[in-house]
């Protein structure tokens, strides 16, 4: 659905770029996580597969269209979420939807139940301006459901947002993609990303690092640790031990042997660690 | 439809913003100055100093003709008395009209005021009184009437083309640009590009609502200082023209800028060159070719055209059809720049 090869682009139209060389294929139905701290060019990316900023170099097709040579109609199958809320402060919530429906040629959805999935239902016909931040950003996500796209790109859907809202937005993501709907999820937050994504890139300075799936990443960089609770003179102590490590193997059978254990859980490398692990840079 | 639909939306948006009760409240101030503070005619206070050598009746004639124009007249037996009191008032004129070998032979002192125009006026009544007193009486000078047959507006309907142009036709200029930048700045701009929505699309809506406050402040003038004078058909067509071409050069302007502050002084320094050709239309005698190749100079006289009793066509449609002609070009320029720079 999404195809992008060596992919540059520079705001000041000279060798200092946001994006360097990316490439990546994202297959129908799938849903990418697109992973990296900030200003590492992932909005940057999402802007020129959606049109916003001209492709300058390299090759991008987004829903068989070739984004070098922009067709309006692309828009019909794809819908677009900003990382920054951006709807008409003096229109209320719901004639911001209304307004926004009448622009595609493809069937929408009904305004009213977008904003009851979020929870906006009860604020309707209040002027946007008056919304919270929240709020505002709740009304940008639905709205870019509206034309039941094919490919949903996502620019930090959940970021911002109180948890158990993020994890209202979470399950929205989820039920789309059973419904067979592609996307491409920008975040730097990893528990999004783990439980979402089927593959996961993760970008850096502009440039791609790697891409894998969060399963497979955790195989690969993810040692096993585990975690022992044990008496000693009198107080606990707890340790990270690893299970590859041959020397905290050793350790650990000493403290199997004495006995005096309270506590052991094994505990999975998260994909945050993995990150740092790999790129050697955290997230924040 | 897509057109439809955003045209309504930013008609709604205007109405719920502060600019275009700005407009209409200008045009009714604008209304109210006119009808109660500018009288309908202004009157020039000069005072001529006259010595008429001629038989009563052609005294009387002049003395009737230039007193209906507004001039203060006083007889003078001589002309030393004439010389001596314009001498001594530096807005007067002198003037002494004497026989001499069945000619007649008018002689003016001006002081540089309106002197075209007071020559024609006292050459006209004196001779106007000739032919009637001697029918076989034959001038040997003629009279050249420097206005021709135009008509004189009164005074608060020669100043309605200069509001017009102004308000109805290129305010648009500044306003069109402000409301792409508002968009900018909200980010609504990108949430509409990534609908099927063309450019072309969002940049018609918003000169069409240019044109609704356009229309509504220009006839809202026209309607209460013109009333039944104006020829409102001429007068619609000509400011749907205007407008559309200042609000197409506005959105030329702004395509080049990505924000208000930067776009400002561009806009600005527009407005400005384009009010000039309101200081050469009140003041014919100043018409360098500078001012007469702006824009707005015929502009104006066609909006003045559309006051007259009998409206020149030819050069009311003229400007019609070239302002649309240019609208034209800065509209598909703006699409064409705004396609790539729209959401930058
Ligand atoms: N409009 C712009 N003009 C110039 N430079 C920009 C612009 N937008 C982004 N950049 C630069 O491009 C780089 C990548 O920015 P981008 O917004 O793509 O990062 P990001 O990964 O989305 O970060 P975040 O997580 O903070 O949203 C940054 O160095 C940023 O400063
Ligand atoms: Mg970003």
């Known amino acids: 659905m999404i195809k992008v090869e060596g992919l540059y682009h520079s705001y000041s139209h000279d060798d200092k770029y946001a994006v360097r060389d990316a490439s990546f294929e994202i297959t129908r139905g799938e849903v990418f996580g697109f992973l990296g701290p900030s200003g590492a060019g992932k909005s940057t990316t999402q802007g020129v597969l959606t049109g916003l900023l001209q492709l300058q170099k390299g090759n991008v097709s987004v829903a068989g269209y070739d984004v070098k040579k922009p067709v309006r109609k692309m828009f019909n199958k794809i819908g677009v979420s900003f990382e920054q809320s951006n709807v008409y402060g003096k229109l209320t919530a ?49 709205r870019s459901m509206i034309n039941n796209p094919e490919i949903w790109f996502l620019d930090e859907p959940t970021t911002g947002l109180d948890p158990a809202i993020a994890s209202e937005i979470k399950d929205i993501i989820k039920r789309e993609k059973e419904k067979g ?11 999004v ?41 009198g107080g606990t102590v707890r340790e990270k031990l690893s299970f590859i490590d041959e020397s905290d193997r050793r350790r650990l059978n000493e403290i199997v042997n004495t006995g005096a254990i309270e506590m052991m859980h094994t505990k999975e490398a998260t994909l945050e660690e993995i990150f740092i692990k790999v790129t050697g840079r955290g997230l924040e | 439809m ?103 032979v008018y002689d003016y002192i001006l002081q540089g005021y309106e002197s075209e125009k007071f020559k024609n006026v006292i050459k006209a009544s004196i001779e106007g009184t000739f032919v009637k007193m001697a ?27 200069v509001f017009l142009g102004l308000n109805a036709a290129f305010m648009g200029l500044f306003i069109i640009a402000a409301y792409i930048f508002l968009d900018k700045e909200e980010g609504t701009i990108k ?53 559309a071409f200042g609000s197409a050069l506005g959105l030329f302007i702004a395509s080049f800028f990505d924000t208000m502050t930067k776009a ?19 003041m014919p005698a100043f018409s360098p070719l500078v001012i007469r190749i702006l824009p707005s100079y015929p502009m104006l006289f066609a909006f003045r055209e559309t006051l007259h009793e009998v409206v020149d066509l030819g050069y009311v449609y003229a400007n019609v ?17 705004f396609k790539k720079t729209l959401t930058v």
Not at chain 2, 264 to 282: E, P, R, T
Request: hydrophobic content about 50%; charged content about 20%.
């Open chain 1, 94 to 142: 719901l004639e911001n939807l209304e307004f926004y429906r009448k622009l595609f040629d493809v069937p929408t959805r009904d305004a009213m139940e977008l904003l009851e999935i979020v929870g906006l239902d009860h604020v309707a016909n209040q002027r946007a301006a008056e919304f919270s931040k929240g709020m505002k950003h709740r009304l940008t996500f639905i």
């Open chain 1, 181 to 191: 709907t592609t996307v491409f999820l920008t975040t730097h937050n990893m528990f």
């Open chain 1, 193 to 233: 990303a783990d439980e979402l994504c089927d593959r996961v890139g993760f970008i850096i300075d502009g440039e791609i690092k790697l891409i894998d799936s969060p399963r497979n990443l955790k195989l690969q960089y993810g040692e096993k640790l585990v975690e022992v609770d044990y008496r000693k003179n």
């Open chain 2, 2 to 104: 897509k057109l439809l639909y955003s045209f309504l939306k930013d008609m709604r948006l205007s109405f719920k913003s502060f600019y275009i009760y700005i407009e209409i409240g200008f045009a009714l101030i604008f209304v109210a100055i006119m009808l109660f503070v500018v009288p309908e005619n202004i009157r020039p206070q000069v005072t001529v100093y006259a010595h008429i050598d001629l038989p009563e009746s052609y005294l009387s004639a002049a003395e009737g003709a230039l007193s209906k124009e507004g001039y203060d007249i006083t007889m003078l037996s001589s002309r030393e008395e004439v010389e001596s009191e314009i001498a001594s008032h530096r807005s007067s004129v002198g003037l002494v009209v004497s026989p001499e070998g069945g000619k007649i």
């Open chain 2, 135 to 161: 029918p076989g009486f034959q001038d040997v000078t003629s009279v050249t009437t420097i206005e021709g047959d135009i008509e004189k507006l009164s005074t608060r309907l020669n100043m309605l083309p």
């Open chain 2, 191 to 243: 949430a509409f590009a990534v609908t099927p929505a063309k450019v072309w699309h969002y940049l018609a809506s918003k000169m069409g609502v240019m044109l609704v406050t356009g229309l509504l402040s220009g006839l809202i003038a026209t309607v209460f200082i013109a009333g039944g004078k104006a020829h409102y058909f001429h007068l619609i067509m000509l400011i749907i023209s205007l407008n």
């Open chain 2, 264 to 282: 400002m002084g561009w806009l600005y320094v527009s407005i400005i060159i384009l009010a000039f050709a309101a200081v050469s239309y009140y």
């Open chain 2, 321 to 337: 059809g070239g302002f649309a002609a240019a609208a034209v070009v800065f509209f598909l320029l703006s699409n064409y720049r």
